[in-house]
């Protein structure tokens, strides 16, 4: 966990806490309206707010697609990235996720930590123990494993001839892959488009993270990095206070006749793709 002396007074519109944060002022931070003022008394009621994004959370220009940012419901108090000292028992260098408190801790040489909420695998699916990342990858294309068409054949048999990288598949515009022993465990720290599941238990047995935080972490790693994943005595010994945080939602089902029948229209990703708003409008003038 992160903890630490002070903390900030937060607004929805603020910078990724960068302070020292204590365990439990850390768990009642609450986000703030970002604007402050009232309505004007001839304001026009039927015009739209412009939606507010915690600082990190904003909508992401990648591989010629423009991520949606992630609304503020989903990443209330602690459920966002943060920063802070780092208390718990893995080395520097190296990733510690908490499946029963729903984080993962990129631990830094200082001392500290970046804190990311991540959503896991449903009971008896996670990967537990320690691995290694041996391999990381942009918009990776998706294929369920053939134990996951045996335990949940309604959900993944319709998909075994997996979706490639783009916006539909599951994996998300990153994904960094667990090695143990030199074997691929087939397990994946990975990003998503199920905001509800961060937090949550409700994969197949991955990790999963927002896109805009696996965006984060994939810049910061480097291949290979040791990752330890917390076991349930462990979690209880180091992070009581969140410990059982979440729920476990159900297996959602997908139509994949839909599902590929899109796919023929989409745009695969695009590494050489610009941001449109980084090029210079060009403005014509008579001569």
Known sequence: MLTADRIAESQLGMNMISDSITRRSFGALMLSSAAACGQLPFSNPEVEETPQFLEGYGPIFDAGYTLPGIPEEYTQGINRRMEGFYTGEAEPGTIDVDPYSKFLYLIQEDGRAVRYPVGVGRAGRSFSGRGTIQLKKKWPGWTPTQNMIRTEPDVYGPFRRGIPGGLRSPLGA????????????????????????????GSAGCIRMFNQDIIDLYNRVSTPMKVNVRSEAESLRVDPEYFGRG??????????????????????????????????EVVESEI
Do not use: M, Q, W
Not at 174 to 193: C, K, M, Q, S, V
């Open 174 to 201: 990153r994904a960094l892959y667990l090695y143990r022993g030199g074997r691929d465990t087939f397990y994946r720290i990975h990003g998503t488009n199920d905001l509800e599941s961060i937090g949550n238990s």
């Open 247 to 280: 729920v476990e939602l159900p297996p959602k089902f997908l139509d994949a006749d839909e599902v590929y029948n899109a796919l023929e229209t989409d745009t695969p990703p695009d590494f050489d793709a610009v941001d449109p708003a980084l090029i210079p």
